[in-house]
């Protein structure tokens, strides 16, 4: 009896010693970190994470795409492996071209459903809409940039592997995510405020209209990237104008990444900081775009773009003929006149992307606001979409509807707004002005407009015109759209109406990967070495991703 | 069932009971003395051979026992020889005992301190005198036990003062956890961080500083302890001990106990012990071609594949211009005495090591304060103060360091001319900083680190005999250290000039507190004996690092965070803290001392097992069964002359291990410093579903004594299967993360654990002991957790593309590498353009080509004893296990490698070439002739690190000789005031023979805190272990 007694004792002592201890064991918190933040508190670090995807991978998105080309194919061992894009190849074993990727999942992946989680836990709907919207954004970038992706699959638990979908059930799932988001940004109620929304959110300052806008503006996207499919004219083309006439409404409504050039993590990713232009030279495609080649027929003085001495650089010899402005061809051996081309070749030399004249970086690792040009300062903003865009991709598919009065109107109202682009003084968290010297005057923007690189009529207008003044207005930023825009006319495909490549200034590169079996440009781009093709081959193969020319296939969107 | 079971108990006890008393019984005294000087000796057990008849000596080491005659007697006590004596016609038996420790039958320190008769463990403890460790007079007493502990592995980290050094016991069971044993000292666990680097805030520039636990040792803390402090070290690697301990002694305990005060006169030692220390093995650079690419000379290129070298070109001995002659010095002085209630002993200690790199040193100054007092005959108190405070000036290490800078400075520079007339930086190869190698001396000079630790720890032990087979004992202890340390880089230097200067500056402050209260009942029913241990133990520890950041110094050689840009200064916090409670039992039945078998078990809660947003049990149990047969005492064996003892032993235990790091249960998000700041996840998902680790352990052996205990051996086996290891994996972002921890897979060792001990000669005047430790371990990986394909330790990705690869089937000690690209018939691919061969890249690096765990090891400790001189000498040999010669490889790249001397004769690469017929069954042979001296390609791009993956590392290393000389008693005997005098000469180091072509193959890649299997067999960039030699004198007064 005595001892049942005892025993009865010992065991209360152990539960309740086990029970408190149990409270003496609970620090498992880190008392350094929060493990539990605001929305408000994570999404600015969304916000700075959305420009590193696309400005990582721009480095070889941007030589699918003729924004750039490389200096010399050979100098360095860097360049020796981004050559390789521009040959359309990729490398192998590398995670080059894999940001978005990580971005989509990591980057934000996780934290936008934290935001999202969090967000409807304390009834801040605005943080729930502005999550889904960039979870949207994200996502469609990630497919723009890889065709098939986890989709369905994604960030679920106890996995370690991930089933692909295809573009088919990706697309229709990002619609939904958009649709989620609107909804939750029209709500007032709960802890809703513009005050609240704007602790975290630095780019539209809390207006929820704006997100919304950017939502509309991803949708048109969306439907934007199907006009190969065979419903484009009869619904897409309704979808995107629809969603085009929601977005933005002028400039200000841009939604663009500010950078406060501080220290290296903050400094915009192509200024002049943190140095990673060296390697890139203007492409032929762009000079001939903005010096009147493409558009007008002839570089003449009067058909030179005044955009041109702000987007891109001018050598030394003016004796070109359009005043300096040099260009390469991809593949083409690299700058002409490189680094150590002595003589009279010296001044034909193709300054770097952020200076006239300019061939080493004058301020690499010291913060300037004075060095650089355009979108490649320390301190400019890295645009994600703008109004001019969102006015292209109304013009195209009213252009497609045969609608050409819209198309004219959207067309127009495209390039004005990228001269205001060039223009704006304004910027969140006071970015640097994008112009170099004084605006772009009104006069000078007049007579462009009034001359031979803009159609005066809406019967002149061809696609070739709406699809090469986008790509003029994305340049040096919008290196995904351009590059979809270009997989959807298979970069060379000829334009009825003028019976010429509707991208005329695109030039074929005259070498290609070897694994590219021939003259086969790149339609996508494979995902991250170290997270796919390391870790979730078997995945990769149900589809054939594990084929060396793999990113020569079309994706689905770019198929009819 | 349980009546039955108390009945079965009760009849055996009534069986045992009845056995008959021995005849003729008389009453046998005598005194035990000790025969070096002839003192008595108390507490011996004294016992009758086969009767648990036992008395203890008293304090004049008179006893009084009862026997017949023909009974053997046998004298018993830690520290000496068994003896044994029959009872004659006389009634009085006196005896001398021999110090020794080599004998079964004795008694040894186990978990918490307790003593335990050997013969009752189911396990094979290993025991290392402190005076073995204090002889070879090294600064991290880990060292000294390289070769004295079978089956325990010691890398260190590289040669110079205060570095880090990593032991292993057993093999390593967890893949990506922390593999090193727990540290006690006198009951206490004694903190044994390394610092990790990524608590530092790396410099803002990617062309600078960055911390990835290579440019920097920060030394293992158990290095504070003064090895002559140390009395004696128990290794505990079986069951019964690691579950005593818990969770934190998964892998193993090392058990320090420190020296106490003796009673009797007191006593004052005083010893001191100077040394030089040089080092002997560099690797061999070739001396005939100068800078230069293809042939052509270029004074402002790193590599060396330009002409030769003119005649009559000056070429400097660089290395002997570097290198200098290291010296140290120590004094140790201490105090003791006592009488029958109180002891007390106080010792200080100085070490000061000024190693063979310039400005390397280490210092250390301790304190140590133990005391005791019988308060009552029940209660015994003993508490033990230690103040310890080390100072290490480091040298950078790894890339860009002064070791490499050495082995590639130019050989007609005379490396001496560092400096400027007006003293800035010489430069060598033109204008910019940033590819300009640090001139070794500037790197030493001008990019300073150091670390000071002021550390106190204290523990108090309380022991109480409530009853006489009841004890009650409680150990409480604090071990509370502070490290400030820093590292800097010059604006001047290579890896400062992107920063403008860096400064990097911390403070840990470590605060570990732990106390256990244990019941120890011992009560013998006639031949049963009884042991149970139940006791209840906690800790709490917390280690908070704050760490600052500065960049552009404005004075540049002024070391200060406020000489820094203001906008350049950041800091960063880590805090790590947890508990852990436990509460645990062991039983111990003897039947005489025939058949022993022990059942222990624990409860443990760890904190790092607990979530804040779920509910989660920190608890987990674990227990081990062990069982001692020590057959000798059969009667059958009692008339075997030349076998004097032999047990045979089998244990199995479960031991479980929480998370290696706290806050890994729920995720983490980390502070952004992007536009906007903020928060976001880090790189690591956490998991709320991790358990802890699980390991199951099989060991059995057996103890042999022979021949009048000349010759004894001592067998283990064991099996550990290490389930459901923790690791954070890479996987396809699609989690959300680049890394996921989660549990799973197998990992297992085998290993076998011989110690043969022998007494080759004994006479009157020259003894030669001789104990030969074996040891080898199997480590390999079943099953890899989540059956991901490969986990890289990514801090082993030192130089060039080897890295330590963890896969399914697969070696712990891994070493993976590029390959070339083959055909199908595994030919090497040729480029048709080049001629040089293809290498397939990333893909390729689990190409495993290497296994860096050695097949076997061998320690041989000799003590040879001749009148007044005594040698002793430990070599250590080790058999077979790779390492990869990072050092020869970036030789090789630099045209610095006697391997590239043949660079005249040109050679057509084996292989095939790639130009579309490489798979079919004619591929074309390569015949592209190329000229290695015109296309240096061949060396830099065009190798395999494969190739410098040196296969099967054998070494015979004397890892320390002392022969000292004691004083004779008869010179002595004429004044009252030295005691004991001696004089000692001690080697260290003093000669490898070895197969392998670098320096040392005993260095580290990375510090003593590397994770998992850790960076030894990584060899890159690190200085080899010098060879020392001390001498000294030690007095008693």
Redesign the interface.
Known sequence: MKIKYFKLFLLGT?VL??VS??K??????????????DAS?????????IPRGIQYDARFLGLYNQNFVLRSPTATSTEVSRYLWETHGYN???DNGGDI??Q????L???L??IIDKGKATEKWDYVGVGYALKAHMFLQSTSQNGPI?FR????PG????KYDDQDVVLPGIDSLCREALSYLSRSDGKVSTASLGK?D?VYAGDRTKWTKFVYGTLARLYSMQTNKAQFVSQYADSVIKFADLSFEDGLDDFM????A?????ANFFGTYRDNLTYFRQSNMIVKLLDGTALAGSNIAANRDPRMPQMISASQDTTNGNGGYRGIDPTSGGDPAGTGTTGANARKRVAVLWGDSLYANPSS?VFSTTYGKYLFRDKAVMPIMTYSEIQFMKAEAAFKKSNPGTAYTAYINGIRGHFAFINRTVFP?SGTALYTGSPISTSRINSYMAGANVKQTAGALTLSDIMQQKYIALWGWGYLETWTDLRKYHYTDIDPATGAQIYKSFAMPTVFYANNGGPNLAYRVRP??????????A?LDVFGGLADDYHTKPTWVILP | MRKILLLMLLSGLLVFCTRPGFAQQKSVSGTVLDTEDNSPLPDVTVTVKGTNLATKTNQQGFYTINAAKGQVLVFSFIGYSRREATVGDNNFVNVSLVQSDKDLGEVVVTAYGIKRDRKSLGYSPVEVKGEDIAQTKRDNFLNSLAGRVPGATITSTSGTPGASSQIILRGAVSIDGDNQPLFVVDGVPYDNQTLNQESLVPSSNPNAVGFANRNSDYGNRAMDINPDDIENVTILKGPEATALYGAAGASGVIIITTKKGAKGKGSLTYDNAFGFEKVYRFPEVQTIYGRGRNGVSDPTSSYYFGPKYDAGTELFDNFNSFLKTGMSQKHNLSLEGGSDVNTFRFSTGYTKRDGVIPTSSFERLSFRLTGSSKITPKLNVSATANYVNSVTDKVSKGTGSYFLTLLTWPKDDDVRNYLNSDGSRRILKGGNLLSETDNPFWDVNKNLAEDRTDRFSFNNTISYDVLKWLNLTSNIGADVYSTQGFYSTNPQSRYGAATGGFLNQYTQNTRNISGNVRTNIRKNFDKISNNLIIGFNFDDNRSRIESQRGEQFIEPDFLSINNVAPLTVASKTTVLNFRRVRWFGSYTAGYEKLLYVTLAGSIEGDSRLTSKFYQKSPYFKYGAASMAFNFTELNAFKNVEWLNGGKLRIGYSTTGKAPYSPYIIDYGFGSVITTGGGYALGVTGGNENLRPELTKQLEFGGEFSMFKNRLSLDVSYYRLRSQDQILAVRSSYGTGYVLKYINGGLVQNRGMEVVLKGTPITSKNLTWDVTVNYSFNRGRIISMPGDVPQFYNSDTWLYGNARSVAYAGGRLGNISTDDFRRNKNGDVLISTTTGLPLKAGAASFTNITGNREPKGSFGFINSITYKEFNLNFNIDVRIGGDIYNGNALYLYNLGLSKQTLNREDAVVVKGVLQDGLEDTDNPTVNTIAIQPAYRNDYYITNYIESEFIEKDINWVRLRDITLSYRLPKSLLKNQKVIRNASVFVTATDLFMLTNYSGADPNVSGLTGGARGYGGGGFDYGALANPRGISFGAKIQL
Do not use: H
């Open positions: 152990l010693s086990a201890c149990k003496y064991l609970d620090i498992n918190s880190d008392p350094d970190s929060t493990q539990e933040p508190s994570v999404l600015p670090a969304m916000l700075a994470a192998p074993g590398s990727w990580r989509t999942y990591y980057g992946g996780a934290n459903n934290y986890i699959e994604a960030f679920k996995l370690l592997y991930f975290g630095y990444i500010p950078f406060d501080t220290k290296n993590d903050d690792n968290r991250r070495y170290n997270s796919e093709y390391v870790w979730n081959q995945s």
